[in-house]
């Protein structure tokens, strides 16, 4: 089944910077997705972070354009997350997803952590 798997959260000071990953397996269709980064603090829903299309288009929450960059490797099957300037409302649980169609599928999240 397809599985995605997150990593390179971690605690950082605020200004800092981090890199999430996350590799999908058990699908050839890897390409076809549009891949995302969504995040949730405690307390509060999930939100959209970032989104790249299978064309590679783009797309970012206005409380982090300038300071994130989302990106795709299509060979490798791995979508990346570039934070920088990072700021303690960033903390969340921050979760893998990727979609095409009806299919839908979520990563177990990746805890990050702004903090002095």
């Known amino acids: 089944q397809v599985q995605l798997v997150e990593s390179g959260g971690g605690l950082v000071q605020p200004g800092g910077s981090l890199r999430l990953s996350c590799v999908v397996s058990?699908?050839?269709?890897?390409?076809?997705?549009?891949m995302a980064w969504y995040r949730q603090a405690p307390g509060k829903q999930r939100e959209l972070v970032a989104d790249?299309?299978?064309?590679?288009?783009?797309n970012y929450a206005d409380s982090v354009k300038g300071r994130f960059t989302i990106s795709r490797d299509n060979a490798k099957n791995t979508m990346t997350l570039q934070m920088n300037s990072l700021k303690p409302d960033d903390t969340a649980v921050y979760y893998c997803n990727a979609a095409f169609g009806s299919a839908n599928y979520w990563g177990q999240g990746t805890q990050v952590t702004v903090s002095s």
């Open positions: 058990g699908s050839m269709f890897f390409r076809m997705y549009t």
């Open positions: 790249i299309t299978s064309g590679g288009r783009e």
